[in-house]
C-alpha cells in the first residue's frame, strides 16, 4: 500500500543522501514530470538545486509566466529563465518536414541547456523527470524492442560533456503516482492534471514552416478552446469538458480562405481543433464536443483572434490519423 506521506518523507531522504551538500541542475519544461522532479528536489535540498527553464517560444499562451509564478514566487526555486525564441526561430526558418523539425528543437534545446549549465560550475547532479514508463520505453528502444515512431526530447540527450551524475527521483513512478505526488508537495492541481503537451510544442501544431507570428496566433486561439474546456461543465456527469477530454489543443494551419467581416471581406488562416479520448494515446477517438462548445469557441476565435476567420473540428481518430497532425 502506497502512503503519501511517507513517501515523500522517504524520497527527500534518499535524495538528501545522494547528492550530499553537492549542487544540482535540472531542466524545467513546465511539463507535469520535470515539475514534480523540481518541487520534490526542491523540498529535499532547497537552494542546492537550480533549475533551467528553456522558453522556445513554442509554449503555450503565459506558460512561461505560470512557470515562474509557481516556482521561482511561490515556492522560492532557483530559476534561470532563458528566452532563446530568435534562436529556435531562425534554426527552423525554412523548415517544413516534421521530423527535422522535431530534431532541430531537440538538439537546439540541449545546447541552449548546456551552454547554462555549463555556466553552473558548482552543479554535480543533473536531475530529470524521468518516469517509470520512460525508463521502460527507452530500454526497449535501445534493444530495438519497442518502436518510438516520433523521436521525443525528453528522454535521453543528456549531455556527455558535463560529466554530471544523474538524479531520477521519479524513476519507479507511474503516471498517476506523479501527478498525486505533485499534488502532496503542493502544485497547483490544474498544472498537475494538465493534459500532456509535446516537448517540441507548438512546433509541431503549426503544420510545415514555423513562424513566430503563426504562434502566436495559435497560442491565443488554444487558449480560448482550452478556457471553454475548463468552463463548460457536462451535465450527465458534472465533469468539464477539459475533465472528460484526454488531449485537447488546437491546430495552424498555414492556408488561406475567404471570410467576410462587417462590410469587408476577409482573406486570413485556419485553425482546427483537435480534442480526443484516450486511455493509452496509442489509440485514440475523437471527442464528441457538444456543438454549443463548439460553437462558442470558433465564434471567439474568429472574433477575438485577427488573422483567423475560419475555424474547423478534426473528426478523426487513431489510428488511422495520429493525435498530433504532424
Ligand atoms: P501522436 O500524434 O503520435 O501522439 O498520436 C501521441 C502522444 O504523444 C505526444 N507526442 C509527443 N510528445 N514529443 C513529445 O514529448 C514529441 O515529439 C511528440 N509527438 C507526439 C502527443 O502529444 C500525444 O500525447
Avoid at 136 to 159: F, Q
Avoid at 174 to 188: H, N, S, T, Y
Avoid at 196 to 210: A, K, N, S, T, Y
Amino acid at each position: 500500500d502506497w502512503n503519501m506521506p511517507d513517501y515523500v518523507e522517504e524520497a527527500i531522504e534518499k535524495i538528501r543522501a545522494q547528492v550530499g551538500s553537492d549542487d544540482v541542475i535540472l531542466g524545467l519544461s513546465g511539463g507535469v514530470d520535470s515539475s514534480v522532479a523540481a518541487a520534490l528536489i526542491h523540498r529535499a535540498i532547497g537552494d542546492q538545486l537550480t533549475c533551467v527553464f528553456v522558453d522556445h517560444g513554442l509554449l503555450r499562451l503565459d506558460e512561461g509566466k505560470q512557470v515562474m509564478q509557481t516556482f521561482a514566487e511561490n515556492m522560492g526555486v532557483k530559476i534561470i529563465h532563458v528566452d532563446a525564441t530568435e534562436q529556435f526561430m531562425s534554426k527552423l526558418h525554412g523548415v517544413t518536414d516534421p521530423e527535422a523539425k522535431r530534431k532541430i528543437i531537440g538538439r537546439e534545446f540541449v545546447e541552449v541547456f548546456q551552454d547554462q549549465a555549463s555556466k553552473l560550475k558548482s552543479a554535480k547532479w543533473l536531475a530529470q523527470g524521468t518516469i517509470y514508463p520512460d525508463v521502460i520505453e527507452s530500454a526497449g528502444a535501445k534493444t530495438g524492442k519497442a518502436v518510438t515512431i516520433k523521436s521525443h526530447h525528453n528522454v535521453g540527450g543528456l549531455p556527455d560533456t558535463l560529466k554530471l551524475s544523474l538524479l531520477e527521483p521519479l524513476r519507479e513512478l507511474f503516471k498517476d503516482e506523479v501527478r498525486k505526488l505533485g499534488v502532496a508537495l503542493g502544485l497547483p492541481p490544474a498544472m498537475v492534471y494538465r493534459h500532456p503537451f509535446p516537448g517540441p510544442g507548438l512546433g509541431v501544431r503549426i503544420l510545415g514552416e514555423v513562424k513566430k507570428e503563426y504562434a502566436d496566433l495559435l497560442r491565443r486561439a488554444d487558449a480560448i478552446f482550452i478556457e471553454e474546456l475548463r468552463n463548460t461543465v457536462d451535465a450527465a456527469t458534472g465533469k468539464s469538458w477539459y475533465d472528460l477530454t484526454s488531449q485537447a489543443f488546437a491546430v495552424f494551419l498555414p492556408v488561406k480562405s475567404v471570410g467576410v467581416m462587417g462590410d469587408g471581406r476577409t482573406y486570413d488562416y485556419v485553425v482546427a481543433l483537435r480534442a480526443v479520448e484516450t486511455s493509452d494515446f496509442m489509440t485514440a477517438g475523437w471527442a464528441e464536443l457538444p456543438y454549443s462548445l463548439l460553437g462558442k469557441v470558433s465564434g471567439r476565435i474568429i472574433n477575438e483572434v485577427r488573422g483567423i476567420n475560419r475555424v474547423v473540428y478534426d473528426v478523426s481518430s487513431k489510428p488511422p490519423a495520429t493525435i498530433e497532425w504532424e
